[in-house]
């Protein structure tokens, strides 16, 4: 098997609903820090270089959602399984 399809091919025994929501609460926090540092908190203020570009830190997680919904989905209708993994859930 290439690096790339065992990249692609999700593992039963890991629940990737979870995966999922934990890449959205940081993908939130991220629009959360970019909104507030270029919308809502004023350039003079005193905390302006506290928050400046903490926003980096979780643009990460916006490809790993699309990786981590990718492999929600594969796993929900079977990809990767083989045959006896089939028989076993019907």
């Known amino acids: 098997?290439?690096?790339v399809s065992l990249m692609f091919t999700?593992?039963?025994?890991?629940?990737?609903s979870v995966i999922s929501s934990m890449y959205g609460v940081c993908a939130?926090?991220?629009?959360?820090?970019?909104?507030?540092?270029f919308h809502l908190?004023?350039?003079?203020?005193?905390?302006?270089?506290?928050?400046?570009?903490?926003y980096i830190?979780?643009?990460?997680?916006f490809p790993a959602i699309i990786w981590s919904l990718f492999m929600w989905r594969a796993s929900r209708i079977g990809v990767g399984e083989?045959?006896?993994?089939?028989?076993?859930?019907?």
């Not at 908190?41 to 903490?54: H, L, Q, S």
């Not at 083989?82 to 019907?90: M, P, Q």
Request: overall charge negative.
């Open 28 to 37: 939130v926090l991220c629009l959360f820090f970019y909104t507030l540092e």
């Open 10 to 16: 999700p593992n039963p025994e890991i629940n990737y």
């Open 57 to 61: 830190i979780f643009v990460p997680f």
């Open 82 to 90: 083989g045959v006896e993994d089939k028989e076993k859930r019907e």
């Open 1 to 3: 098997m290439s690096a």
């Open 41 to 54: 908190v004023p350039k003079d203020n005193e905390n302006f270089e506290a928050i400046k570009g903490i």
